[in-house]
């Protein structure tokens, strides 16, 4: 029987899966739902300052991106909390304990380092959360905090350093996914004495014109989550697992259990999820747990540590691959139905349908490996 407990930094959770710090944990009564709904642990909404921008009722904030009918992802222009730094300490943050998860708490960086220790001591003092996770990537806000101060490995030093000198729980520092190298925000953060890191927040986007008025959807820059964010986030979940020694938590565009074993497979000792939460609601929880663990006992993995990070020996750099033999598409004639996609895919002229049957070409094929993914009868395969 599969152990779905996980050790982060220092603080055991009954599984890996964390709710994200988003709207299903707006408050303790959510939180506190959540918890019973499974999670290992939970996280508020970011608490940070209120602004006269962050109360509620907003205004229209969210965008659900679709591609023909289906959503692939969502855009937000949410922003922090809109309960009070005093609301969490005197009620809210009991009540999700109440849940049974690890109370994770999410804390804005704030525009001076003294600000953000000060803030970390004030929730740490309740006594009511396990550990910590400083926001240092909200993608929304103008200029002197969120992505602002995650941009900057000297800024995300100090921010690291003022908060851990506040207080005796873990910190994890979620970072941003809006620059061009994130394992040198993420080297900066080690060196400050961070216990984690959560990759990542989401992703600075534009929701898009409506044609008909000619107006935008939304009328600014929000973050882009869900499954079409995927392939961004491992892009620098990987890198950051190859280069750094502490725990790593990953979120963006979990839709399901495989997505929660690749982050596994990639180094992730916990994994986050939020905008599917959004979209199926606490029920999945426990979905994607029973599908974790049918597939620990399938593969005969007993823990998570037994799989944890056995996908990252196998990335290389293109220079790598480019040195390795070339291999070329084949085709299966027995279980080839001519449909003729491949040769509709491929531009390299390698696949041809002549008397009846389809064929590849060697002298032609790049072995780029589209036909591959595109047959719908699995008959085609690159072979050396
Ligand atoms: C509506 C919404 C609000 C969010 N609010 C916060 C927040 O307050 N603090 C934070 O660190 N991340 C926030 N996030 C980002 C999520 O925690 C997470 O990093 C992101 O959604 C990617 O995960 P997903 O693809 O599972 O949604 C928010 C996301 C959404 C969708």
């Not at 990987?238 to 565009?253: H, I, Q, W």
């Not at 929880?285 to 399938?298: A, N, T, W, Y």
Request: hydrophobic residues 40%; neutral net charge; proline residues 5%.
């Amino acid at each position: 029987m599969a152990e779905l407990q996980v050790n982060f930094a220092g603080v055991n959770f009954r599984n890996p899966l964390v709710l994200a710090s988003a709207t299903p944990g707006w408050d303790g009564l959510r939180l506190k739902k959540a918890g019973e709904a499974g999670f290992g642990a939970v996280i508020p909404k970011t608490i940070g300052p209120i602004q006269d921008w962050a109360v509620h009722p907003r205004n229209g904030r969210l965008f659900l991106y679709r591609v023909g009918n289906r959503p692939v992802g969502m855009i937000n222009l949410e922003l922090f909390t809109t309960k009070t730094r005093e609301e969490w300490i005197a009620r809210d943050l009991a009540l999700a304990r109440e849940g049974g998860a690890k109370i994770f708490a999410s804390i804005l960086a704030m525009p001076e380092p003294e600000q953000t220790a000060e803030l970390a001591s004030q929730v740490e003092a309740t006594g009511l959360v396990d550990l910590f996770e400083l926001n240092v990537s909200c993608p929304m806000p103008a200029s002197t905090v969120g992505m602002h101060i995650g941009k900057n490995p000297e800024l995300t030093y100090r921010q690291v350093k003022a908060a851990k000198g506040a207080i005796k729980l873990p910190l994890s520092v979620k970072l941003t996914p809006n620059v061009a190298d994130m394992v040198e925000i993420a080297q900066a953060a080690v060196e400050a004495g961070v216990d984690a890191i959560t990759i990542s927040n989401s992703i600075r986007s534009f929701a898009g014109v409506d044609i008909e008025t000619g107006r935008p959807y939304l009328r600014g820059y929000g973050g882009y989550t869900g499954p079409a964010i995927k392939p961004i986030i491992m892009r620098h979940f990987s890198e950051v697992a190859r280069a750094v020694k502490v725990p790593l938590s990953a979120v963006g565009g979990v839709s399901s259990w495989r997505e929660v074993v690749e982050y596994i497979m990639l180094g992730a000792t916990t994994v986050q999820i939020a905008t599917t939460i959004m979209w199926e609601g606490l029920g999945k929880v426990q979905k994607i747990l029973d599908g974790l663990s049918e597939f620990m006992d399938r593969k005969g993995y007993r823990t998570i540590e037994d799989f944890r990070g056995i996908a990252l020996p196998y990335i290389k750099t293109v220079e790598e691959l480019a040195q390795e033999p070339p291999r070329f598409a084949t085709i299966d004639q027995e279980r080839c139905n001519n449909c003729d996609i491949c040769s509709r895919v491929c531009f390299y002229g390698a696949i041809r349908q002549e008397e009846g049957r389809t064929w590849a070409d060697k002298a032609s094929c790049d072995g780029c490996g589209l036909c591959v993914q595109w047959c719908p009868v699995g008959a085609i395969e690159l072979k050396e």
